[in-house]
C-alpha cells in the first residue's frame, strides 16, 4: 500500500480519535513511522466528521479499520464518511450491527456474539504472534540478567510507576548486585519526563525512598542513575522487541504492553498500586472521560477506579486470554519492599521463570493473524483486486525502503577522510555524537526543523553540498525534511538494520557523515523524504561562502 509502494491502489490513512489518557505527541510519533500517506491530529476529527471535504480528498471506496481503543469512534467514522468497517475484536465487538465484518482474536470474542451476527465474525487469531522472530533476537544486551521496568505511557500510571520502580529496582539491586535494569520509553513519553516523574516535582516521589534520579550520557546509551547508585538503561528505539527479549523478567503496569511481553514470551509481575487511587484516573472510553469532569475530577476518579477495582477479574492480556493464571497480579497497596523480595524470589528460581515463558509461548498461537486480517480487508474491497482504479483508502485507528540502491560516488568527488580527534576539534559535541557516531537529535530540537531561509544546506563536517532549500518541505515530523539532494551522488544510502528494523541510512558522500534516512513517503517528484539531522547540517545563504 501507499506510501510504501506509491504504484499501488490501496492507500493507507490514520485517523487519531479523541482519548482521555492522550498526550498530544502521538500523531507526531505516526509520522515518523513512515508508514501512512496521512495522519490526521485527535484534535481535527470532530471537524473531520463536520466538514471531510476539508480534510481530504478521501476516495469513494474505502475500509475503517479498528485495531483498539473505543470501538464506537470508527463506527462514527465509518459511517460520515461512507466507507464499510472492520472490527478486530479482541475479547468483544461492541456494535456489531454496524460492521461489515468481525475479525475475532479468539473464540471467546466469537461466542460473546448474538448468533445473527457470527455471519459477519471470523477467527483469525492474535496479531502479536506475528511478532517476527527477527525482532525477538535482534538488538542483542550485554550479558547479565537484566529486568525491564515498564511504569506504562500515561501520564496517572508514570506518576505512580516512576518512583515506585526506582525504589523497587534499588530493593532488588542490594539483595541480587548482579542483577542489570533497563526501561523503554515510551514513543509519546520522553527521557526528561521519566527523570521529573522520579524527582521533587513528582508530589508521589516523595513517598518513596529511592530519591532523585540523574541523566547519565554515556556514548549513544542513555542511563537514570538512583542515589543509590542503581544505573537503569533508558531504551529509546520503538519498538524495543528486541531487547525485551532478552530480559529474564519485567516488572509492568497492566495494559497493551502485557500483550507485548507475552507474545515475547517474558515472565513478568503486573502491579497495580491502589493506594494512590486519587491519581490512577487512565481509564479510557466513557469512564475516562467522566473521570475528567472539572469540578468532579478528583472524587469520581477515585470512586470509578475503586469500583473498577473491585469488579475486576484478571487485568493482565495473558490471564485474560488463558482464563486463568499465568502471570502474577499483584493488585492492592502493595509495596517496593514486598514486589522486591517477590522479583528476587523468582530471580532465583530460573525453572520457574523458564515454565512461564513456556506457558506463554503456547498461549501465544500460529502466526497468521496479519494476512487473514489483510485478506478480510481486500473482501470488502473486491473490485479493487480485479482493477487499479478508483482509489482506496484504508484507515485506521519503520518503514522497508525495499528497492533503494546505494548511490555511486563519481570519480571526481574528493572525499574527505580526517582521524577521529579531528572531527571532535572541529564539532560540537552533539554535531560529533550525530555526525560521526551515527546519533539521533530528539524531534523539534534542531536548529534547521522550522527554518524557511532560501539556500544551500551544507554537510557540517566537510561543507559538501547536500540539499538546496528549494527541495525543503513542511513533514511534521520535528527534523529537516527533503524530497531529493542537491546533486547526484551528493549522497550515499545504506541498509540500516539496527534496532529491529530495515530502514535506509543517508550518509554525506564526501565524508561519511551519518545524516538520518530516506523514506518512501514524501511529495513529487521524486516521492522521497529524507529526514535529516539539523546537528549534520550547516547553512548557506545565497552570496555567502562556505566556511568549511
Not at 472492520?86 to 475475532?104: F, G, H, Q, S
Not at 490471564?319 to 502471570?327: F, L, M, P, Q, T
Not at 492492592?332 to 515454565?355: C, F, K, M, Y
Not at 550525530?434 to 532560501?454: I, L, M, P, S
Request: aromatic fraction near 8%; proline fraction near 8%.
Amino acid at each position: 500500500m501507499k506510501p510504501l509502494k506509491p504504484e499501488s491502489p490501496l492507500d493507507l490513512q490514520l485517523v487519531l480519535v479523541p482519548c482521555p489518557n492522550a498526550t498530544g505527541t502521538e500523531a507526531a510519533v505516526a509520522r515518523r513511522m513512515g508508514l501512512f500517506s496521512r495522519v490526521l491530529p485527535a484534535h481535527r476529527f470532530w471537524w473531520l466528521l463536520l466538514r471531510p471535504r476539508r480534510h481530504g480528498p478521501w476516495p469513494q471506496q474505502g475500509v475503517v479499520v479498528f485495531l483498539g481503543g473505543d470501538q464506537f469512534w470508527t463506527v462514527l467514522l465509518s459511517w460520515r464518511l461512507g466507507y464499510r468497517h472492520l472490527t478486530y475484536a479482541e475479547w468483544v465487538a461492541r456494535w456489531p450491527r454496524w460492521n461489515d465484518r468481525i475479525a475475532a482474536m479468539g473464540p471467546q470474542a466469537a461466542d460473546r456474539l448474538a448468533q445473527r451476527w457470527r455471519t459477519r465474525c471470523e477467527v483469525v487469531g492474535d496479531l502479536m504472534a506475528d511478532l517476527s522472530e527477527s525482532a525477538r533476537s535482534d538488538a542483542s544486551l550485554p550479558a547479565g540478567e537484566w529486568v525491564a521496568l515498564m511504569p506504562g505511557s500515561k501520564r496517572a500510571k508514570l506518576q505512580v510507576g516512576v518512583p515506585f520502580l526506582l525504589e523497587t529496582a534499588d530493593r532488588i539491586r542490594a539483595q541480587r548486585p548482579g542483577s542489570r535494569f533497563l526501561l523503554p520509553v515510551a514513543p509519546t513519553s520522553s527521557v526528561a519526563e521519566l527523570v521529573a516523574y522520579g524527582g521533587s516535582t513528582n508530589p508521589l516521589a516523595r513517598l518513596y525512598g529511592s530519591g532523585e534520579p540523574q541523566l547519565v550520557e554515556n556514548g549513544e546509551d542513555r542511563w537514570l542513575v538512583t542515589p543509590a547508585g542503581t544505573r537503569i538503561l533508558l531504551v529509546l528505539e520503538q519498538p524495543a522487541h528486541g531487547v525485551l527479549s532478552q530480559c529474564t523478567l519485567a516488572l509492568t503496569t497492566v495494559g497493551a504492553n502485557t500483550a507485548e511481553l507475552g507474545a515475547l514470551g517474558l515472565p513478568m509481575l503486573v502491579l497495580v498500586p491502589t493506594q494512590h487511587l486519587h491519581v490512577m484516573q487512565a481509564w479510557d472510553g466513557w469512564m475516562g472521560l467522566v473521570a475528567r469532569l472539572p469540578l468532579l475530577r478528583w472524587l469520581l476518579g477515585m470512586a470509578l477506579t475503586a469500583w473498577r477495582m473491585r469488579q475486576r477479574s484478571f487485568l493482565a492480556w495473558p490471564n485474560i486470554s488463558a482464563g486463568r493464571s499465568v502471570v502474577p497480579e499483584r493488585v492492592g497497596p502493595i509495596t517496593p519492599e514486598g514486589i522486591a523480595a517477590e522479583a528476587v524470589d523468582w530471580l532465583e528460581h530460573p525453572q520457574r521463570l523458564a515454565g512461564v515463558r513456556e506457558d506463554l509461548r503456547s498461549l501465544r498461537g500460529q502466526p497468521g493473524a496479519v494476512a487473514a486480517l489483510s485478506r478480510m480487508v481486500q473482501e470488502l474491497l473486491p473490485r479493487l483486486a480485479r482493477s487499479p482504479t478508483p482509489p482506496a483508502a484504508m484507515t485506521a485507528s519503520s518503514s522497508d525502503p525495499s528497492g533503494a540502491a546505494p548511490c555511486s560516488i563519481p570519480s571526481g568527488l574528493q572525499r574527505d577522510e580526517r582521524s577521529e580527534e579531528e572531527w571532535r576539534s572541529r564539532l560540537t559535541p552533539e554535531q560529533f555524537q550525530v555526525a560521526r557516531q551515527g546519533g539521533t537529535e530528539r524531534a523539534f530540537t534542531g536548529r534547521y526543523w522550522n527554518h524557511k531561509d532560501k539556500g544551500m544546506y551544507r554537510c557540517v563536517c566537510c561543507g559538501a553540498e547536500l540539499f538546496a532549500s528549494e527541495t525543503k518541505f513542511e513533514s511534521g515530523t520535528g527534523w529537516p525534511s527533503f524530497w531529493d539532494g542537491a546533486a547526484p551522488g551528493a549522497i550515499t544510502r545504506l541498509v540500516d538494520r539496527a534496532h529491529g528494523m530495515v530502514r535506509t541510512e543517508i550518509r554525506c558522500a564526501s565524508c561519511d557523515a551519518h545524516l538520518g534516512h530516506v523514506f518512501p513517503d514524501g511529495p513529487k517528484p521524486t516521492g522521497e523524504r529524507y529526514c535529516v539531522n539539523s546537528a549534520s547540517l550547516s547553512f548557506e545563504a545565497p552570496g555567502e561562502a562556505s566556511g568549511a
